[in-house]
């Protein structure tokens, strides 16, 4: 017959597998009160050294940051051209409507060839009638089909211009650039008419600073070039002794020792692509400015011109 162990319990005792609820809160606890200390110590270091709250106070970040060499020179200026960007518009930046470089569809051939030479743009807006109607864009390159093929429209060669409000974003801008895979965009005004064009290169050159173009000489020596209609192209940095030998001219030497300075000091503050002005019998114009400086002036003689001289 069986029988059954009585020394053998009912029911196992089994370890206990976890702590009792007091201890396994405790753990708990000594991590929240980690946490709370920590949290603490970020706030008290933060009060000591708070951080930049303006972007003023970020760019000297920046400044002591390379000033300890943490970042290199070029880098904080990049930093510093992002930080600017952020709240800069396509209206800081354009070339204005007076100032723009545009071809007449209805111009012949030569005319047009001699502006594109004179000028020395890549991409240029065009128009019918009007000035501020913008009919397309035209590459310099694409010019060269009409001397091959005298037979093409210039119209079926126009791009169509990206248009873009005086208000937008130069981060937004430089996006749609890269999506559109465009270079230059026409900027209009509140009232829908032409205030003026930006360019792909004038918005990274506010990250970047200079990009260096055609008009750079690669050697850094040649100051003064004769261009293709005859007139000079001068650099802003030449030398007013230079200028004044090449030229036969006696433009004062005592006060600026560039070309580019002594035009601001004319104008009174610094020349925007387009402008031109008359000092000593001769015209200069500003070819390109970048960086607060003019690049390159085209120097003519300023009766050689019938207009009327203007600063």
Same mark, same amino acid.
């Given at each position: 017959?069986?029988?059954?162990?009585?020394?053998?319990?009912?029911?196992?005792?089994?370890?206990?597998?976890?702590?009792?609820?007091?201890?396994?809160?405790?753990?708990?606890?000594?991590?929240?009160?980690?946490?709370?200390?920590?949290?603490?110590?970020?706030?008290?270091?933060?009060?000591?050294?708070?951080?930049?709250?303006?972007?003023?106070?970020?760019?000297?970040?920046?400044?002591?940051?390379?000033?300890?060499?943490?970042?290199?020179?070029?880098?904080?200026?990049?930093?510093?051209?992002?930080?600017?960007?952020?709240?800069?518009?396509?209206?800081?930046?354009?070339?204005?409507?007076?100032?723009?470089?545009?071809?007449?569809?209805?111009?012949?051939?030569?005319?047009?060839?001699?502006?594109?030479?004179?000028?020395?743009?890549?991409?240029?807006?065009?128009?019918?009638?009007?000035?501020?109607?913008? +009919? *397309?864009? =035209?590459? #310099?390159?694409? $010019?060269?089909?009409?001397? &091959?093929?005298? @037979?093409?429209?210039?119209?079926?060669? %126009?791009?169509?211009?990206?248009?873009?409000?005086?208000?937008?974003?130069?981060?937004?801008?430089?996006?749609?650039?890269?999506?559109?895979?465009?270079?230059?965009?026409?900027?209009?005004?509140?009232?829908?008419?032409?205030?003026?064009?930006?360019?792909?290169?004038?918005?990274?050159?506010?990250?970047?600073?200079?990009?260096?173009?055609?008009?750079?000489?690669?050697?850094?020596?040649?100051?003064?070039?004769?261009?293709?209609?005859?007139?000079?192209?001068?650099?802003?940095?030449?030398?007013?002794?230079?200028?004044?030998?090449?030229?036969?001219?006696?433009?004062?030497?005592?006060?600026?020792?560039? +070309? *580019?300075? =002594?035009? #601001?000091?004319? $104008?009174?503050?610094?020349? &925007?692509?387009? @402008?031109?002005?008359?000092?000593?019998? %001769?015209?200069?114009?500003?070819?390109?400015?970048?960086?607060?400086?003019?690049?390159?002036?085209?120097?003519?003689?300023?009766?050689?011109?019938?207009?009327?001289?203007?600063?």
């Amino acid at each position: 017959m069986g029988h059954c162990n009585h020394d053998t319990p009912a029911v196992s005792d089994h370890p206990p597998s976890r702590p009792p609820r007091s201890d396994r809160h405790s753990g708990g606890h000594r991590h929240e009160s980690f946490r709370d200390n920590r949290n603490l110590f970020v706030r008290l270091v933060e009060f000591l050294s708070p951080g930049p709250d303006s972007t003023a106070e970020l760019i000297q970040t920046l400044a002591e940051a390379e000033q300890r060499d943490l970042i290199e020179p070029e880098s904080r200026v990049m930093l510093e051209g992002v930080i600017r960007m952020a709240s800069m518009t396509a209206g800081d930046v354009m070339v204005a409507f007076k100032r723009m470089d545009v071809l007449d569809i209805d111009a012949p051939y030569e005319e047009l060839l001699a502006e594109v030479i004179n000028t020395a743009h890549s991409r240029f807006p065009v128009y019918e009638g009007s000035r501020d109607n913008i +009919i *397309g864009i =035209l590459m #310099a390159k694409d $010019l060269l089909k009409l001397q &091959r093929a005298p @037979e093409l429209n210039l119209r079926t060669l %126009l791009r169509p211009p990206l248009y873009v409000p005086e208000s937008k974003g130069l981060n937004e801008l430089l996006r749609e650039f890269r999506s559109n895979r465009s270079h230059l965009a026409i900027v209009i005004d509140e009232f829908g008419k032409t205030a003026g064009l930006i360019t792909i290169e004038d918005v990274l050159e506010e990250i970047v600073g200079e990009i260096e173009d055609e008009f750079d000489d690669e050697d850094g020596e040649s100051s003064i070039f004769t261009l293709a209609d005859g007139s000079q192209r001068v650099a802003g940095d030449a030398a007013i002794e230079s200028v004044n030998e090449v030229f036969q001219t006696q433009l004062p030497e005592d006060e600026f020792d560039t +070309i *580019g300075g =002594l035009v #601001a000091h004319e $104008l009174g503050r610094v020349p &925007r692509r387009g @402008e031109r002005v008359d000092i000593g019998g %001769l015209r200069f114009t500003v070819m390109l400015a970048r960086g607060g400086a003019v690049r390159w002036f085209k120097v003519t003689r300023a009766l050689d011109d019938g207009e009327a001289p203007s600063a």
